[in-house]
């Protein structure tokens, strides 16, 4: 008995459940659709009937241990969901005690960028890895930083906010959704991506395949780097270059081992990684130079946020 | 009996030796001249002379329970001091290996400004944060970073190197010793307010005090400001704008409760905080804005690095 953990990944609009082993092997899982529950107290009840579904064939409830959730903006010291705007619950929710109590299972919780990170120290490419970063490039950029084997999650649980470091110190540099201006994320990211892309398409007469298609994405310019054309080529140099910049003040921070990429982005593989190892070595101290590994994530994208949901279930 | 340990501070002109208790009170200490031994094996028999002699009223070596050291380029993984080129001995060497060997008690060293923050958490102005950045302002920037009530040191030991984080990407940035430019410490420490200034005067005809001095240092700057002096105004704002928006991306990363700043620039007051606050208030997500303390070291500038190596000793 208690073999098992049940691993939340809570996104705006859809939810994963998932039945894990110690090892990581996903047994059952589910969907849910986050964005039908206009309240927390009818989500937290639907996820309950779904575990009870998801656990039947393998002990019910009763076989799992403890619960763990990714989700916006969620403190793993309060256990709180602290205002997510992605969220149809807007205000501050104890999430942890509400699930705790309605299973009668322990229950931990904490944002999808530190789950990430959690996973992949557990099962992914960062198996036995006591130091190191892990970004996840999707929509925004976020970040788990792991120190001695820890998340750090900092003095108020809100630690790696790495996606809102300064870029670009320029007054009229790009505006990030936290209000600031020149985010890292607003440059690494599919979003930044297509912002550039735009950006060098307004600017120059540059000929691009680019210029054909109407609703932009950074598979786009993946795929028509691929073919050759020289505006996408830039627009990656120019991430990846940044890119790098930034991940070298990272390391004269913590020192890590390695930093791994996760999300979207790094489908666009060797154009991404090649201009961001090339630019983080040219930016690091020469104590660290070609020795910060820059790796992208062991993880299948559907699975990671299952997994370290439940990585963080099995620390408790 | 074993009711002190044996502070060392090793600088590259001058070594303090310090016999220190629990409480972080220096019974007994002295000075070494670091330059006068050509080689490490001349300078720890003199250390362990002079440690005989501070000893001697406090019932000799015997009293001893450990030796904690802060030396250039320390290592606390290895024990080893790693090519500092500041010191007479430039190889590779053991030193704590070498230090326990002499003196029959254990020994640990880690670099300067780790030792600081160390000294700053037991007996300064960090006591009893977990999580806090200690900014070591001097000839240059050196860093210590403490979260979880554990100096990071990372992957190899080298962790905290904020002062080679880039603080302007441009192709002409400030030249720093490490071999890149628009590292942090080639504006932010005592020689880059120097560099600042040297910068606006032979940019600028603006009138300043600062135009008559020959060999201008950061606490002429400090003093002309006093005396009203327009420039050096200037020069602190800039010095301390700067400071503020990296200490932003340092936040980002740590979500410390406090960063405390110590070393010789620090002196100069309100000149530096001010501008530092602000700037750090207008650089950080609206979760952290107005949460992050900056204060100034509460350790007495010569006895910091003696209580940082005392700190480190207790804690074998």
């Not at 994963?16 to 899982?29: A, M, T």
């Not at 081992?257 to 690091?284: C, D, H, M, R």
């Not at 910060?292 to 620390?315: H, R």
Request: aromatic share 8%; hydrophobic share 40%.
């Amino acid at each position: 008995m208690s073999s098992y953990v049940l691993a939340l990944d809570l996104g705006g609009t859809n939810s994963e459940i998932g039945l894990v082993d110690r090892q990581g092997h996903i047994f059952n899982r589910m969907s849910l659709s986050t964005a039908d529950y206009r309240t927390v107290d009818t989500y937290i009840d639907a996820f309950y009937k779904s575990a009870v579904h998801l656990t039947e064939p393998y002990g019910g409830l009763r076989s799992v241990k403890a619960i763990g959730a990714g989700v916006p903006n969620g403190n793993i010291y309060t256990g709180n969901i602290e205002h997510a705007m992605n969220l149809p619950w807007h205000e501050q929710i104890p999430f942890a005690e509400l699930v705790a109590g309605r299973f009668q299972i322990p229950c931990k919780i904490t944002n999808d960028a530190n789950a990430a990170a959690l996973g992949e120290m557990e099962f992914g490419a960062a198996r036995g890895m006591k130091n190191f970063i892990e970004l996840t490039l999707g929509t925004g950029l976020g970040s788990g930083i792991v120190i001695n084997g820890q998340v750090v999650y900092g003095h108020d649980g809100l630690a790696g906010e790495l996606g809102h470091v300064c870029a670009n110190a320029a007054s009229n540099a790009r505006r990030c959704n936290c209000g600031k201006r020149g985010c890292l994320e607003t440059y690494v990211s599919a979003t930044g991506v297509v912002r550039t892309a735009k950006e060098i398409l307004t600017k120059t007469n540059k000929p691009s395949l680019l210029r054909t298609i109407d609703h932009l994405t950074s598979y786009d310019v993946y795929s028509a780097a691929e073919q050759g054309d020289e505006v996408a080529k830039e627009i990656w140099l120019y991430t990846g270059r940044l890119l790098g910049r930034k991940i070298a003040d990272f390391v004269s921070f913590s020192s890590p081992e390695a930093v791994v990429l996760f999300g979207g982005l790094t489908n666009a593989g060797k154009w991404l990684l090649e201009p961001t190892e090339e630019s983080l070595n040219k930016n690091l101290l020469p104590i660290w130079r070609r020795k910060i590994k820059v790796t992208v994530s062991g993880l299948d994208g559907a699975d990671a946020a299952i997994l370290g949901a439940a990585a963080l279930a099995w620390q408790i």
